[in-house]
């Protein structure tokens, strides 16, 4: 996770998010010529490198005032970097326990809470809109009987606006109860296929409510975050200790200017998490080992939500991320397989990237 990022990286490319971090991770340089060495080792000279390196970026003006680094093998979490100020212009510095926003990356829980909630057939992924809503009118050709929740997840819903997402991420929160007009009035159609945005995990949130009358916030409150022990991630801020909350910051050339983190109403479904770097390590073990700590959800949950359903088609010729699942993109860089998701807002950046396989080089 990060916070506090350069104006010029405001709107990170996918390259720079996912393709940094996994160089982290099995490029570098130190370790090039100790490929014979135990990989505990090797482990421990990298995070080394990272945290140096990391440290050393701090202090260029501009850099960022708060960063949070993490890393974890197993049972083990060889990095969990927390440096800087939370609040520039004001005393106290960020620790593990610190509350980072972490924006799109609500996307992968949302994942792992519609596969669970498919499994118990509390909202079954093959759900259409008309099921939902069954007065639901869109612009033809879009048919409210053949989009599912699925679609809505991996970003193939053939849907397209503005409003509503520049509504719940800058403006106010839309209640479930308005989204049939909403969508019938401020939606387009576009072409099939996967196109990234906000809609899908906003619709599917809404549909979550209308269907079983509790919000997406209490539904992974009980079914994801407290069965992983995430006690914290929050999907409210105003629910934050005030010591634990981290701001968000942008750099206006001179100096940083601290931004107050979301309110509610602009925590929605698709961007809608603050997380602490020890809650995330954990968060992060689950997902390679597709265990959770109790039980639940299951082994089979965290398989359907990181089965790829949409072909992304994202290359820039070294990082190439070819699909999507219900939340999390599935990435090639330099032969090795990842999951990955990352998310911004003004003055956040953050991004997750899981090796679910052995790496014999590392």
Known sequence: ???????????????????????????????????????????????????????????????????????????????????????????????????????????????????????????????TLAQIWPGLELPAPGDPAKITMADLLSHQENLKTDTLNFLTAYVRSVPASDYPAMLSRYTQARSAGFRYANIGD????????????????????????????????????????????????RWDGQAWLAYPPKPDALMHAAGGLSASSRDMATWMRANLSRRSPTGMPSTRSFERAQRPLAKANLSDGELVCDGYSLGWYSCTYKG????????????????TVLVPMPVSRL
């Open 336 to 351: 090795q397989t990842a999951l990955m998701h990352p998310g911004s807002y003004p003055g956040v950046v953050s991004v």
């Open 202 to 249: 906003l619709i599917y949130g809404a549909a979550l409510e209308t269907r079983t009358g509790r919000t997406w916030q209490e539904w992974l409150q009980t079914e994801i975050l407290r069965p992983l022990k995430l006690d914290r991630v929050y999907s409210r801020t105003s629910r934050i200790p005030a010591r634990r909350q981290t701001w968000n910051h």
């Open 1 to 127: 996770m990060h916070s506090g990022i350069p104006r010029r990286l405001a709107k990170p490319s996918l390259r720079y998010l996912c393709g940094f971090a996994l160089t982290a991770v099995f490029a570098p340089a130190a370790i090039a010529a100790q490929l014979d060495a135990p990989p505990e080792q090797r482990i421990e000279t990298a995070t080394e490198e990272i945290r140096a390196t990391l440290d050393k970026i701090q202090t260029i003006p501009g850099a960022f005032p708060a960063v949070s680094a993490v890393i974890v093998h197993g049972d083990a979490t060889p990095l969990m970097h927390v440096r800087g100020t939370a609040r520039v212009g004001r005393s106290g510095m960020v620790d593990a326990d610190s509350q980072f926003y972490i924006a799109s990356q609500t996307k992968s829980f949302m994942a792992l809470l519609a596969a669970d909630l498919d499994e118990k057939r509390v909202l079954p992924l093959d759900t």
